[in-house]
């Protein structure tokens, strides 16, 4: 593990790799801070293991008044936001044509819109900060390839990939690393609308012959957050090369 003793927010903590990131993270040392719209079981029980070294927050990730407050607590309470992970995204599973407008529009203003709002925020502390810090956007392979279902999601995907390149380019002189994770599908609560048969088809089609899992976009999560190699703007894609 590369990130020891430092300091993380990440969004969408309270289930599926969210959880594991933070749970992954907190076994290592650091201290975590997440939020999601509800609490669950888990953010009770990490609480009362780590006491300060974990933060919870419940609210909603386009709410960004409440983001703000929330930010500014973090820095209270560990000081500094040494890494950021924007992990809190929506699915989707259905033809445009059938899609509803307001459907489209919370998957653009949950997947894209608040990811761009909190690293805003983020990175005002990061840039002052004298050890600035770094950003992992967690996208999708939808992000790059095309799959039916998934057209709002995956506009959003590639927009997060287009926006971490151009931030990228401003910040990285300034010493802030930002960079995404593309994961392929993996078991959790957004991909449980895939049926067992068509898992099935994904991993006869992936070069491994193995789905990746959320361990395994920790380990690039945790590479890149760590600032460990000079890795700027680009897309770590962890998928068992099913795209390429
Ligand atoms: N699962 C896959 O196959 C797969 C593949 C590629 C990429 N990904 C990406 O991996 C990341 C994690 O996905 P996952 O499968 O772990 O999803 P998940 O199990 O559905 O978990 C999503 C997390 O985000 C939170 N969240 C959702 N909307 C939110 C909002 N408006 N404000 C604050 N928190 C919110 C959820 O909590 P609440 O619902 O309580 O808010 C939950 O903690 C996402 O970025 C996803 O796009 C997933």
Do not use: W
């Amino acid at each position: 593990m590369y990130m020891r003793g430092k300091n993380i927010l990440l969004s969408g903590g309270s289930r599926g790799l969210g959880l594991h990131l933070v749970e992954r993270f907190l076994e290592g040392g650091n201290r975590v801070a997440t939020f999601a719209r509800s609490p669950t079981a888990a953010m009770t029980s990490l609480s009362e293991r780590y006491g300060a070294a974990f933060h919870f927050e419940a609210l909603d990730g386009v709410d960004e008044p409440r983001v703000k407050a929330m930010v500014r607590r973090v820095c209270d309470l560990f000081g500094t936001i040494d890494g950021l992970v924007n992990n809190a995204a929506i699915g989707q599973d259905e033809l445009l044509v059938h899609t509803p407008p307001e459907r489209i529009q919370q998957i653009l203003a949950v997947n894209i819109a608040a990811p761009i709002l909190l690293t805003r925020l983020v990175l005002k502390r990061m840039l002052i900060q004298e050890d600035h810090g770094s950003i992992v956007n967690i996208t999708s392979i939808c992000g790059s390839r095309g799959y039916a279902g998934l057209g709002a999601y995956a506009a959003s995907k590639g927009a997060l990939e287009a926006f971490t390149r151009a931030i990228a380019r401003e910040v990285g002189e300034a010493g802030v690393r930002i960079n995404n994770v593309a994961p392929g599908f993996f078991a959790s609560e957004m991909s449980s609308v895939l049926l067992p048969e068509q898992m099935d088809v994904i991993r006869r089609r992936t070069p491994t012959g193995v789905l990746s899992n959320e361990q395994d976009v920790f380990v690039a999560v945790d590479l890149l957050l760590s600032r460990t190699a000079n890795i700027q703007g680009q897309t770590v894609t962890v998928d068992g090369g099913i795209t390429i």
